[in-house]
């Protein structure tokens, strides 16, 4: 077993004019070489900002204020800045919902794609002849390469930027609901293509809030809840043994997965983060703390530690270890 990423401890908060925000507490996990790891979790649960953790990519007025980040050893945290963006273009590829955010508006799709083929060391007309077979290979017309990218769909945009981290073979691709804003047909030749990239070797860090998305493709499975990851496994293990409250009752509110089961949304809302709950963030919200009286004064005061009940299925709740 090779890790590529080895995150721990990390800890992200926003310093904002109306309080610091814990968006991520103390989060740890690894990713395994050529192991599809995908977090789930409600919008606002610390998801992105992990993503950006991971990378040390994280935007003002967010700081790391804990932890370690290492890609291969090196801790990205500590990492001089020149050093992070020659990694961050070549050996970590980042995908974002919205590609409109990685392409240069006011350039035709061609001239950036070559240009990041350049920057790898190609030269131009060996890129050209590159950029043209990478278009193929995502059944793009090569036409397409003198288009302005607003002139392209969304799923053009998005298999193009895809395809073109595909061709640099990076050791870490981090997708964060790269399909968010596609549709179910379109989303499906996205995923087709992480998975080729998964099976050349890449590791795939994927985030969506769509657990379906998750349970398809993945080896294993986190459940982010208000900036701590609660539970962590591989998929199959989640399915049929969710051990977090929070997991079976987010699996309960999800209408794809099972179509004949009563689906039932969470009550309550998920806490503001810059006064987030004390003990377990969500007990406030949990039926299990709710029925049972001898759980006072352990969920609301005790924050609980992450614990391996099954081999390589962790949760951090008080009902174990
Ligand atoms: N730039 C920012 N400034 C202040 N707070 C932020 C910023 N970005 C995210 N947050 C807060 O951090 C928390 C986690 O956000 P985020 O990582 O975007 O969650 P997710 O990706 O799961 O939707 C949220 O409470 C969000 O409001
Ligand atoms: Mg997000």
Redesign the pocket.
Known sequence: MELVVEVKDLSIY?F?LSGV?K?VERVSFNIQRGEWLTFV??????????AYGIINLV?S??KIVGGQALFEGKDLVKLPKEKLKELRGKEISMVFQDPMTSLDPLRKVGDQIVEVMIEHGIDEKEAWKKAKELLKSVNIPEDRLYYYPHQLSGGQRQRIIISTAMAFRPKLLIADEPTTALDVIVQDSIMDLLNEMKQEGTSIFF?THDISLAVERSDRMGI?YA?KLVEIGKVDQLIENPLHPYTSALFASMPDLWVDKEISAIPGFPPD?RTPPPGCRFHPRCSVFRERKDLKGICDKEEPKMVEVEKEHFVACHLYG
Not at 41 to 50: A, I, N, P, Q, R
């Open positions: 926003y904002t925000v968006a979790g409600e919008s606002g649960s610390g998801k992105s900002t992990v935007p007025p967010g985030i982010m900036g983060l």
